[in-house]
């Protein structure tokens, strides 16, 4: 009787050539068809991952609200106006080749600008929007951005942050969203057109200008300053969106002066006897933007303008607890992986809202407070096996609080 012998059922190699034979149940497979085997998945893997920003999932504003409602507390005028701006936006893009017969209508891009104090919540709204399409996204701060040829980043750096985040791939980040934070701080310091350099400010205002209008644009895809033997990638920015942020300090002042100058003598309007003086951003308005700074034709580029109210108690409150990713679930998640349950007093809640209010942190500085008092236990803790609960009581969290660097910030 002829002994069979074993091969591998994919590439016909004998067991004697190759270092592992896997038997199954009526197949053989080699060393070196698994390796294969393992090549083709990681490709089909990186393939998917580069087409799953390719397919937007568009919802309506109602739909897209709700989403935000999760996560982001309060501020329903700003998801309003960012759930409309940005379904019209997506429209937009998806929408049908004009008929054979039909004129063909050229939809403008709205890209939006949010004016609201820090830490009110201007980044997590645009980074939420984001995630529920599906779409790149990234943040640049304004504030490091310099005119071509100076010390800095250069506009165009922007769009290779975009694209990174794309995995290079150019027609995902031509649908992507860009979120420009800190634009105030790009402001000219009049509202003359500067006669010298200002490459920090106006400089850059100009040159962002193409990227928001729409343009083919040379990135280098590494980032960093271009160089003539560097290898280009093409971005087409026309269906990029941008939304810009920014505290702009001191915009208050002119929102007021132009609501005064319409109560002069007799003429009233209707509503505007009663300003609210706590939260003047409601009222704001794009020749409020141009005259803090930025240049008409920024503005004109950004005709979406939207505000964000300061953040009251309440809303801090329900900040801790309320949002899917709230701070106390996510902490109370990090102690549960090490086998502790966390438990926090609600006068422990109140304190931390009291004192983010008092030292006008607003939410970005709930996390300081939450780290700084929970810093001693997440230190010590995971090494004690014994520890099972951890309860937070008023006494341990104002003990904590004091050794914080914010306990000993003054109050402006």
């Known amino acids: 009787m002829v002994k069979k012998i074993e091969r591998c059922s994919f590439c016909g190699r004998e067991k004697a050539q190759t270092n592992v034979l896997i038997a199954g149940l009526d197949a053989h497979i080699c060393d070196y068809c698994v390796i294969q085997a393992q090549h083709i998945i ?15 999932k568009l919802q309506k504003p109602l739909e897209i609200k709700n989403y935000l409602d999760q996560y982001v507390i309060g501020q329903d005028e700003a998801k309003r106006v960012m759930a409309v701006a940005v379904y ?15 004129e063909p209508i050229e939809i403008e891009k709205a890209n939006i600008i949010m004016v609201g104090e820090t830490g009110t919540g201007k980044t997590l709204l645009a980074r939420t929007i984001a995630k529920m399409l599906k779409v790149p996204f990234c943040i640049a701060d304004a504030t490091v951005l310099t005119e071509a040829g100076y010390v800095g980043e250069d506009v165009e750096s922007i769009l290779s942050r975009l694209l990174q985040v794309a995995d290079y791939n150019v027609a995902a980040t031509e649908k992507g969203i860009i979120f420009i934070d800190e634009i105030d701080k790009i402001a000219r310091k009049s509202d003359n057109p500067s006669i010298t350099r200002d490459v920090s400010g106006e400089g850059v205002q100009q040159a962002l200008l193409k990227l928001l209008e729409g343009t083919v644009v040379n990135v280098p895809p590494q980032g960093g300053r271009k160089h003539p033997e560097q290898k280009m990638i ?11 942020g920014g505290a702009f300090d001191g915009i208050g002042k002119i929102i007021a002066s132009r609501l005064r100058t319409n109560v002069i003598g007799y003429s ?3 509503g505007i006897r009663n300003i609210d003086k706590d939260n003047i951003l409601q009222y704001i308005s794009p020749p409020d933007i141009r005259k803090f700074g930025l240049i008409p034709e920024i503005v004109g580029r950004m005709p979406v303008v939207s505000f964000l109210h300061p953040l009251t108690k309440e809303t801090l409150r329900s900040i801790l607890t309320e949002p899917k990713n709230s701070l106390i679930k996510q902490y109370t998640k990090l102690f549960e992986m090490d086998g502790i349950k966390l438990k926090f007093e609600p006068e422990v809640l109140d304190f931390i809202v009291e004192k983010s209010n008092e030292f006008k942190l607003g939410a970005r500085g709930l996390r300081s407070i939450v780290e700084g ?3 001693d236990a997440m230190f010590e803790l995971p090494s004690d096996e014994k520890v099972k609960r951890l309860n937070i009581s008023l006494s341990y969290a104002e003990e904590k609080f004091k050794k914080t660097n914010i306990a000993k910030l003054k109050v402006a």
């Open 234 to 244: 093409q971005i087409d920015t026309k269906n990029i969106l941008f939304i810009a």
């Open 373 to 375: 008092i929970l810093t």
């Open 268 to 270: 009233f309007k209707d």
């Open 42 to 56: 990681e490709e089909e893997q990186a393939t998917k991952s580069k087409n799953q920003f390719n397919r937007i």
């Open 88 to 102: 019209n936006h997506y429209k937009r893009i998806t929408q049908p080749e004009s008929k054979p017969n039909e």
